[in-house]
Nanobody, 114 residues
Framework: VQLVESGGGLVQPGGSLRLSCAVSGFTFSGYDMTWYRQAPGKEREFVARISGFGSTTNYADSVKGRFTISRDNAKKMVYLQMNSLQLEDTAVYYC????????WGQGTQVTVSS
């Protein structure tokens, strides 16, 4: 199983980024996918979840209305569109397939700074 995140970077408050996660090593379609993040000195926290065929999504209260999770099962990709970014969104972002196992990618750094 491989999970490869990309798309992070440095952005000003109020800006936007789109994260991508390329998945390989399992069927992908039908498996829920999630995004987590870990800020410096803090524990990894849940950000968003999407069901196996994209019909249901869930978000942490801190990102609701600003972030959107989506997926492309044909491409085995999951995305996180992040709008109205805030300083508190600074973290390393990871994608994860909770039903597949304890597999994590290297993450992608998102830094929100003026």
């Amino acid at each position: 199983v491989q999970l490869v995140e990309s798309g992070g970077g440095l952005v000003q408050p109020g800006g936007s980024l789109r994260l991508s996660c390329a998945v390989s090593g399992f069927t992908f379609s039908g498996y829920d996918m999630t995004w987590y993040r870990q800020a410096p000195g803090k524990e990894r926290e849940f950000v968003a979840r999407i069901s196996g065929f994209g019909s249901t999504t869930n978000y942490a209260d801190s990102v609701k209305g600003r972030f959107t999770i989506s997926r492309d099962n044909a491409k085995k990709m999951v995305y996180l569109q992040m709008n109205s970014l805030q300083l508190e969104d600074t973290a390393v972002y990871y994608c994860h397939a909770p039903s597949v196992g304890d597999y994590w990618g290297q993450g992608t750094q998102v830094t929100v700074s003026s």
